[in-house]
T-cell receptor, first 114, second 113 residues
Framework: AQSVSQHNHHVILSEAASLELGCNYSYGGTVNLFWYVQYPGQHLQLLLKYFSGDPLVKGIKGFEAEFIKSKFSFNLRKPSVQWSDTAEYFCAVNVWGSQGNLIFGKGTKLSVKP | DADVTQTPRNRITKTGKRIMLECSQTKGHDRMYWYRQDPGLGLRLIYYSFDVKDINKGEISDGYSVSRQAQAKFSLSLESAIPNQTALYFC????????????FGEGSRLTVL
């Protein structure tokens, strides 16, 4: 069965530190990839997505992610985090031909200290 | 107003009670989903529907049922709630292009005592 792994359960950073959250998936075919963010007490919002083309994808609020097909990875990055980035981040994968159902990772909680 | 609306937003109930969570959407999407979120477990799919007459079980459908009353409405029922169904429940929608992109409601927090 397809699965999505997020390596870190909880990451704690100081403001202005750089961020990289890992995401790996276990399917060898064509995929669509997503990062969703959930701010405290809120619903999930789309941060960025990759369908095809340039493997470096830029999202909202200065986030970016790089799709590395050979590594089955889609890591999320931000050069300098802010306190307002404190949230839980979910990686998700859609396998082409799977009727569009997303498979979610278990999430990484990011805490940014002011 | 939110495109995907869930009611109630918070509910506390007792073991054995029947609970219904409702979801309505104004996005015009055909596909609707119910997910459950638990700390450390991420989101798990309970049921999904691609059309009014289409209902499909997800990863964790036991103990739940759904009804797709109209294109815009998708309700989740717990016939006899139990404490391990205490969780945050999200409704989501998507269009029919199979990209997988979901649009989420604001969540319904259910506590079963």
């Amino acid at each position: 069965a397809q699965s999505v792994s997020q390596h870190n359960h909880h990451v704690i950073l100081s403001e202005a530190a750089s961020l990289e959250l890992g995401c790996n998936y276990s399917y060898g075919g064509t995929v669509n990839l997503f990062w969703y963010v959930q701010y405290p007490g809120q619903h999930l919002q789309l941060l960025l997505k990759y369908f095809s083309g340039d493997p470096l994808v830029k999202g909202i609020k200065g986030f970016e992610a790089e799709f590395i097909k050979s590594k089955f990875s889609f890591n999320l990055r931000k050069p300098s985090v802010q306190w307002s980035d404190t949230a839980e981040y979910f990686c998700a994968v859609n396998v082409w031909g799977s009727q569009g159902n997303l498979i979610f990772g278990k999430g990484t909680k990011l805490s940014v200290k002011p | 107003d939110a495109d995907v609306t869930q009611t109630p937003r918070n509910r506390i109930t007792k073991t054995g009670k029947r609970i219904m969570l409702e979801c309505s959407q104004t996005k015009g999407h055909d596909r609707m989903y119910w997910y459950r979120q638990d700390p450390g477990l991420g989101l798990r799919l309970i049921y999904y529907s691609f059309d009014v007459k289409d209902i499909n079980k997800g990863e964790i459908s036991d103990g739940y049922s759904v009804s797709r009353q109209a294109q815009a409405k998708f309700s989740l029922s717990l016939e006899s709630a139990i404490p391990n169904q205490t969780a945050l429940y999200f409704c989501a929608t998507s269009d029919s292009t199979n990209t997988g992109e979901l649009f989420f409601g604001e969540g319904s927090r259910l506590t079963v005592l």
